[in-house]
């Protein structure tokens, strides 16, 4: 099952409700509560980024019989350290957005905590591209909590430490 939402930009009124909106249907299918959870969480912190970062951006959502996976992609700025934004508390966004209570800096480890792998994909100039998946078997979920990195200012592939190397 396929579902595909635009993630507007600039716009904190609407920012998460594309999580809201999968939450709800997942829900529906009967998805398990954690599961459900993780998802909406991971989806609404990737969901910020886009809005504070990227002016938006697109979320394709597929639910598989094992597993759900979520890619998020925006043609922003894009990531020029992705070791350095996965740090908890490192930000790049500007006050304003600090001051309305984001932005600050847990956004990337939220949403590798909240998926059981997680490659980013981001090119500065051209954009970033996230892909989580989350099993949905509770053999399978937590499980394994990589994350892969790849086309950091168009370099070769970077892992940052402790964490898998993977490309995208």
Same mark, same amino acid.
């Given at each position: 099952?396929?579902?595909?939402?635009? %993630?507007?930009?600039?716009?904190? =009124?609407?920012?998460?409700?594309?999580? &809201?909106?999968?939450?709800?249907?997942?829900?529906?299918?009967?998805?398990?509560?954690?599961?459900?959870? *993780?998802?909406?969480?991971?989806?609404?912190?990737? #969901?910020?980024?886009?809005?504070?970062?990227?002016?938006?951006?697109?979320?394709?959502?597929?639910?598989?019989?094992? #597993?759900?996976?979520? /890619?998020?992609?925006?043609?922003?700025?894009?990531?020029?350290?992705? #070791?350095?934004?996965?740090?908890?508390?490192?930000?790049?966004?500007?006050?304003? %957005?600090? #001051?309305?209570?984001?932005?600050?800096?847990?956004?990337?480890?939220?949403? !590798?905590?909240?998926?059981?792998?997680?490659?980013?994909?981001? !090119?500065?100039? /051209?954009?970033?591209?996230?892909?989580? *998946?989350?099993?949905?078997? &509770?053999?399978?979920?937590?499980?394994?909590?990589?994350?892969?990195? =790849?086309?950091?200012?168009?370099?070769?592939?970077?892992?940052?430490?402790?964490?898998?190397?993977?490309?995208?």
């Amino acid at each position: 099952m396929h579902f595909h939402y635009d %993630v507007p930009g600039d716009d904190f =009124s609407c920012a998460g409700s594309t999580s &809201a909106e999968m939450k709800k249907k997942l829900k529906q299918l009967g998805i398990p509560f954690d599961i459900v959870k *993780r998802t909406a969480v991971a989806m609404y912190e990737a #969901e910020i980024n886009m809005v504070v970062h990227a002016g938006g951006g697109e979320a394709d959502i597929d639910i598989l019989d094992d #597993e759900i996976v979520i /890619v998020m992609k925006d043609h922003g700025k894009g990531i020029a350290d992705i #070791e350095q934004a996965m740090q908890e508390g490192f930000s790049t966004a500007p006050q304003l %957005v600090q #001051e309305l209570g984001f932005g600050a800096g847990m956004g990337l480890p939220n949403m !590798k905590r909240n998926s059981d792998f997680m490659t980013i994909d981001s !090119k500065v100039g /051209v954009g970033t591209t996230v892909t989580m *998946r989350i099993k949905l078997s &509770a053999s399978g979920a937590g499980v394994k909590n990589d994350v892969g990195v =790849s086309g950091a200012s168009g370099a070769a592939d970077v892992a940052a430490p402790g964490v898998a190397q993977g490309g995208g």
